[in-house]
């Protein structure tokens, strides 16, 4: 089992940034590929950013390329959402979520532990 905790949501204006971070604990992190989704309001999960278990690779959506940074801090079990140049469609919750496997997987369904998700909310 691997559990999940994320930090760093909350209330921003457009243009400005947030730091999202996911923290986990159980079974070794370095064994997971990670991926953040995010889920608005009436619209389906997307896959916004994801990172093979080493951090060699990323993969962006391109509603958030070039806005948003994943890392990775293996040695304090620790995942990073930078958002940059935030907009109002950048509104939902956000989740990160533990596949075990080197690559990331696009579908929600490829992950195997999720996070409980936190609320990033972008004024206009």
């Known amino acids: 089992q691997v559990q999940l905790v994320e930090s760093g949501g909350g209330l921003v204006q457009a243009g400005g940034s947030l730091r999202l971070s996911c923290a986990a604990s159980g079974r070794t992190f370095s064994n997971y590929a990670m991926g953040w989704f995010r889920q608005a309001p009436g619209k389906e999960r997307e896959l916004a950013a994801a990172?093979?278990?080493?951090?060699?690779?990323?993969y962006y959506a391109d509603s958030v390329k070039g806005r948003f940074t994943i890392s990775r801090d293996n040695a304090k079990n620790t995942v990073y959402l930078q958002m940059n140049s935030l907009k109002p469609e950048d509104t939902a919750v956000y989740s990160c979520?533990?596949?075990?496997?080197?690559?990331?997987?696009?579908?929600?369904?490829?992950?195997?532990?999720w996070g409980q998700g936190t609320q990033v909310t972008v004024s206009s």
């Open positions: 990172i093979r278990r080493s951090g060699g690779s990323t």
């Open positions: 979520a533990a596949r075990s496997t080197t690559n990331w997987g696009l579908r929600a369904s490829e992950y195997d532990y």
